[in-house]
């Protein structure tokens, strides 16, 4: 029996068997706007709070001054975690962009994946995470450039993850308005377990938010596409409903 990580996000672990698998790593693609960074932000946060497992969240794009402020608004609390030793924030942002950073985990330029690993191997080694975000791989792919090499270098990310023994999700950003795409560079699925994708599409004349599981390796999930909602409390997946 597969053991399974509960994301804990209200409505979503019922549409695959109870969460995602323990040890694998999982794609998160949608548009700009779309609801990645919360979504993978609420894995890591109830990861502490619900299940007692730490986290790590790899922030490529957002710096973590930002990302603290912003997820402040559905109260949680990342600065408390960091002070417990329950989650380890990565500045992979400030130093691609040429500016200082007073953060504790930095990641080192130019951008190279084994220092990446390497960073996270330390943590582990204090934290013992459990969970891990890595937000966002496109920037990654956009730093590498060839999407075979990019492709080499995500599966390395993911298996020292799962090596590591953590459960890890990837975010990806799409183009709005590619509505069937997936992924960025076309690669980034195939060197994960899972695919999960969120919608922001505009209907006549507002957006809704919808949620698909893609792929999921192990798993005998909802093939349908359901609606969510960005709520003071974060995101709440309406399971039982669908959109087309
Ligand atoms: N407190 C809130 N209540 C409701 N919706 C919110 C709240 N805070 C943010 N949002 C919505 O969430 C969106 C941002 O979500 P998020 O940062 O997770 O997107 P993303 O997919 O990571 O985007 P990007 O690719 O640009 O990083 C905002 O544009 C807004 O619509
Ligand atoms: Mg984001």
Known sequence: MLERV?????????????????????????????????FASQFIVNGIEKYNEPGIII???ERPQHLREHLAVFGWELEKYEDENMLAIVDATSTKIGLPSDERYIDVRPFDVRSLLDQIITIQDEIEARRA????????????GDPAKFRVELLKISTT????GLTSILTCEVVEGQ??????FGVENFVVEGTIVLYYSKLENTR???????KMRGSNHSKKIHPFEITDKGIVVYSREEIF
């Open 6 to 38: 509960p994301t804990g996000i209200p409505g979503f672990d019922e549409l695959c068997g109870g969460g995602l698998l323990r040890d694998r790593s999982y794609l998160l693609s949608g548009p700009s706007g779309s609801g990645k960074t919360i």
């Open 59 to 61: 922030a490529t794009e």
């Open 133 to 144: 975000v890595l937000d966002s791989t496109t920037s990654i792919g956009f730093t590498i």
């Open 161 to 164: 993850m799962e090596i590591l």
């Open 179 to 184: 509505s069937d795409a997936i992924s960025r």
């Open 208 to 214: 809704v938010r919808a949620i698909e599981i893609f």
